[in-house]
Nanobody
């Protein structure tokens, strides 16, 4: 079973940038989908961005134009570059993977992102 380890979270001022990394324990080149969810206090977990095996990406409307998801197969790592961060981007960001279209979602442990002045 694939294991996921996130890193890169932290405290940043509004308008700042962060890059999250999600390192997988095995090859990601043929994985159906990987991406990021986030959960703010008192809110449901929501999909932020995802990337499919052929490179197609999708984003939540709230992050379009500010966040970019990418994948580096040689390092078995998926990245989430976040720019122009806003306080409403605050939350725990969870990396996930679906190795196959019928697989259940596998989660990382989460990394905290706090946007505050």
């Amino acid at each position: 079973q694939v294991q996921l380890v996130e890193s890169g979270g932290g405290l940043v001022q509004p308008g700042g940038s962060l890059r999250l990394s999600c390192a997988a324990s095995g090859s990601i080149s043929s994985i159906y989908a990987m991406g990021w969810y986030r959960q703010a206090p008192g809110k449901q977990r929501e999909l932020v961005a995802r990337i499919f095996s052929r490179g197609t990406t999708t984003y939540a409307d709230s992050v379009k134009g500010r966040f970019t998801i990418s994948r580096e197969n040689t390092k078995n790592t998926v990245y989430l570059q976040m720019k122009d961060l806003k306080p409403e981007d605050t939350g725990v960001y969870y990396c996930y993977t679906k190795p196959y279209i019928t697989s259940p979602i596998l989660w990382g442990q989460g990394t905290q992102v706090t946007v505050s002045s």
